[in-house]
Structures are given as structure tokens and as C-alpha cells.
């Protein structure tokens, strides 16, 4: 870690995303993805100065996708990335990844259940590509190097900076297309702020995370397929077929608030779990918990609390690499 007088030491990680992305016109919000190029993260430090005011950044290139590109396979390399700079570098007092919104929440969600660090780990994007006029992406990083540096941050699992609002990677969820307030914690806020003078905490996390968690993916080159499933009005078992024949070992029930699926895929869902296929009851609704009711418990389907569907398939493709077991899933998502 930083000596005694020296300014702390922060990995930059670049993914991608609006955050990096240059377009040639300062009005283009919008057709940027197609038409832009993605900077790496050494000219994105070069193009925001200020970041030298609170630590020495370091620039690590990984990807220079849009975040519609990043998927389990990207999230195994990226814990691998992390952990090998840890132990080669002699440590480092937090990272920052630069990531696309659109998984950024997922990537974070994962980071918090797999990492074996005790930095603070800090995710972020932006709304607006760094050409654009009035870009919110310099702020949103310097957000973010404070956040990542800050003493009170420690502990709190791997976090999401956008807005001046800080976040757990559990919680949040992308809410807008194009607002820069899109990240949002439905029921419980924001655990702190950025302000001009200092790094506000407000509340913490209490699930378990990172290095308290039993999943260790270090050795894994992919994850078990999970899938999820849509409920609306008069749908029927048709996908639910479909992903079990492609292999999915479990599947995510994204139901009828409260968390309810209808009738032809409750049918399918119940012949699946006799197949030993793990399957998670959810909640399309995007705020509130599932409860493990009776009709749950006699048929070994696992409630997701008040994790959104994405974040379920997350949590159940790790509980998948380490049991099959509906109760012993069910303890996973009680407690992470």
C-alpha cells in the first residue's frame, strides 16, 4: 500500500463503455455507440488532470467494449485481473473500473461476490460520452477515485459511483435510459454522497460480500448457464423448454408481482424442479421482496428476497459452482 506522505494509489481498469467513448461531435448523446471510438484508460486520465489532486492513478487496459459486450466470461477474466494485479503490484489503496451502464450493475454485483480483496473496489460510467458537451463523465471519475481512497469506504463491498450518489453493487439498478440520476436503489437509497469537501456515509451494507463469501471462481474458466424467464399475461412454458434443452441448470422466474408466475409457466417450473433444475422465484417489478411462502417451500423454489431478476441469475450461476441443493441455494440468497 502508499507510504506514509506519498498520495494513494489507484488501478484504473478500462472496460469500455460511454465513459470512454470519443465521438466526433460534441451534440452526438446518441448514435455515439455505433460511431465512436473507446479511449483507453491512460488518455481518459489524461483528459481529466484533477485526478492527480487526490492519487497517483494507474492506467490498466482490459476491454474497449459498450457493456452490452460484457458477460460471465468478461466477469471471470476481470476477478482474475484484479486479483493478479493485487499480488504483483504490491496492493493498491482501491480500484476504479470504467464501465458501460447497461451491465454495469451486473459486473459490480459479481465483483461484490467474488473478490478476495479488501480495497475498495468502485464501478463507474456516465450518461453522456466524454466528447459530449457538458459530459458528466470527469466528475463521475473523480467521484469515484474519492470514493475508492476514502477511509469510511472500506468494508462496504464493491460500490457503484454515478451522480455524486455512492451505492452497493447488490442493491442498485439502472432505472433510465438516458438521465444522469439513472442509478437508483429502489428500496432503501443511496449508503452515502460525494460532496465538494468530503465522502459522506450514510448506512451500510449488512449481506455478506467479497472475502465472507464462499464463492472462489480463481480457478474457473465458465459458470453454469441460468436463465430468465418473463412473465406477462398468457405466457406460456415455450422459453422454459427451450433453456433447459440448451442446458440451463437453473432458471430465474422474473414473475407477477409479488412474485408470482402464471399458470403455464408455474406448471413448467415445477416439472423443471423435479428434473433438478434450480429454480428462483423473482420479482419483475424491480422493488420489493419475494417471500419463500408455502407453495415455495413444497416445491424447492428458491425466493430471491429482494434481488432484481438480473441480479438472481448472478447469485444462483455462483451458488450452481458450489451445490444443487434448493435449500442450500436458498441460505445463499438469505444471507449474500
Known sequence: MSATNAKPRVALIGTGGTISSIATDGLDVLDYPDASRKAQPAEIIDRTPELARFADVVPINF??????AIGPADWLELVQLIHQTEAQNGGFDGYVI????????ETAYFLNLTLKIKSTV????????????????????IAAVRTAID?????????????????????????????????RTPDFGVLGQVDGDRVVIYRHPVRKHTVDTVFDVRALKSLPRVDIVYAYGGADDVAI?????????GLISAGLPP??????????FERMCKKGVVVVQANRGG????????YLRDKKIVASDNL??????????????????????????DTY
Do not use: W
Not at 476491454?63 to 452490452?68: F, I, K, L, Q
Not at 423448454?241 to 441448470?249: C, K, M, N, S
Open 308 to 333: 432484481n431478476a438480473q441480479k438472481c441469475r448472478i447469485l444462483l450461476m455462483l451458488a450452481l459452482t458450489v451445490t444443487q441443493d434448493p435449500e442450500v441455494v436458498q441460505s445463499y440468497f
Open 98 to 105: 470504467l464501465h458501460g451502464t447497461a451491465t454495469l450493475e
Open 151 to 183: 477511509p469510511l469506504t472500506r468494508g462496504l463491498g464493491v460500490l457503484v459511483v454515478l451522480n455524486d450518489e455512492i451505492q452497493a453493487a447488490r442493491e442498485v439498478t439502472k432505472v433510465s435510459t438516458y438521465r444522469l440520476n439513472t442509478f
Open 287 to 294: 422493488a420489493g421482496r419475494v417471500a419463500r411462502r408455502k
Open 122 to 141: 468502485v464501478l463507474v460510467g456516465a450518461q453522456r460520452p466524454a466528447s459530449a458537451i457538458s459530459t458528466d463523465g470527469p466528475m463521475n471519475l
Open 63 to 68: 476491454r474497449e467494449v459498450g457493456s452490452t
Open 259 to 268: 412474485g408470482i408466475a402464471p399458470p403455464l409457466q408455474n406448471a413448467a
Open 241 to 249: 423448454e427451450a433453456f433447459v434443452a440448451a442446458g440451463a441448470q
